[in-house]
């Protein structure tokens, strides 16, 4: 590790490293690819034989949280060159308590799931936990935001970047799957960087065509003529005014939030429907609904206790209460 602020690597790991996950991503045909793996590759693709990368703290333990997530979720078996990688961004000693916690909570929060049963949708990965993993992930949330001490690192360092929990309150007795259609919008960062620039000139470049358009196919008066361009230049310094406005506050805002609306590709995504049981202070039960969509760059997690076991026809509850005889064989001993 470089004596400097960040992880100095050689290029031969890195491009190593990301070899192997290029292949991984054709073989099993992966298509939720996360911003940071794919950055991660193309710009180890442009560096030269001999060369040394610097990987700065901040980029490291987000890039080091996202692959132990990409890895799990794909099930995907680590290289020693991945591990060295992995050990080297976890070595950095130079981030503040909250990110080192954050980093090292992925280690052990992905470590705990692996004795718990899941289910997998289109790429996403569904836990079905007990009690004492709902008591841990809790008190990793707690610690986690006791430890932030910023706006910068409360709006980066959070359980749901780790682990989308969705009933940390309440646990579960039923839940089923759904698919829905879903459009797609641009809300990443690296994104917004480059699509907010395209979609102003794409903006600009709209209205020039639809006035040019109006003027060649109607024969205005010279006094409308001169209306509509007086309103044509109106537009296109509202869009401007707007542009400027929209790019100086995410540059200065970590809090400003932006959005570019796509309406290609629709996709399908799982939808997950449960219950939750909530205990009253005098004592009664109350039952409520709940709606979440799954997410594919963490894995999801439901605190589960099923109801009628016995009488049960849902494969979660199987999962998690019977006992995997091989194959596809659970059995359930009798009391």
């Not at 050689?10 to 992966?30: G, H, N, P, Y």
């Not at 940071?36 to 610097?54: A, H, M, T």
């Not at 996202?66 to 078996?77: N, T």
């Not at 537009?235 to 570019?260: G, L, N, P, T, W």
């Amino acid at each position: 590790m470089s004596k400097t602020r960040g992880y100095k690597a050689d290029v031969s790991l890195l491009k190593s490293v990301a070899d192997f996950l290029s292949t991984s991503i054709k073989e099993k045909q992966i298509r939720s690819l996360p911003v940071d793996i794919k950055r991660f590759i193309e710009d180890v693709s442009e560096l030269q034989p001999g060369e040394s990368k610097n990987i700065s703290p901040e980029r490291a333990i987000k890039l080091r949280g996202v692959l132990v997530a990409f890895l799990s979720i794909h099930d995907i078996v680590k290289t020693p060159e991945l591990d060295k990688l992995l050990d080297g961004f976890n070595s950095i000693k130079t981030l503040g308590s909250a990110a080192l916690f954050f980093s090292r909570a992925f280690d052990e929060i992905y470590l705990m799931l692996d004795k718990y049963p899941f289910r997998e949708f289109s790429e996403a990965k569904l836990y079905f936990v007990d009690d004492m993993a709902r008591k841990r992930l809790v008190e990793i949330n707690n610690e986690l935001e006791s430890l932030v001490t910023n706006k910068n690192e409360a709006k980066k360092l959070k359980l749901n970047k780790i682990i989308n929990f969705l009933n940390p309150e309440n646990v579960s007795s039923r839940y089923s799957v759904s698919y829905k259609a879903k459009y797609q919008y641009i809300s990443k960062e690296e994104s917004l960087e480059t699509y907010l620039p395209a979609h102003y000139k794409i903006t600009l470049n709209k209205i020039e065509k639809e006035y040019r358009e109006l003027f060649e196919t109607h024969r205005f008066p010279e006094k409308k003529k001169q209306q509509l361009n007086v309103k044509k230049e109106q537009e296109i310094q509202r869009v401007h005014d707007e542009y400027a406005y929209v790019s100086k506050k995410m540059k200065e805002d970590q809090d400003f939030d932006v959005k570019i609306l796509t309406y290609e590709p629709l996709s399908l995504y799982p939808e997950i429907k449960f219950s939750e049981t909530e205990v009253l202070s005098d004592g009664k039960l109350k039952h409520k609904t709940r709606y979440s969509h799954l997410r594919s760059e963490v894995v999801n997690a439901l605190w589960y206790k099923p109801s009628q076991l016995k009488k049960s026809d849902t494969v979660a509850d199987i999962l998690q209460n019977y006992n995997h005889a091989f194959g596809d064989v659970y059995y359930l001993e009798a009391d």
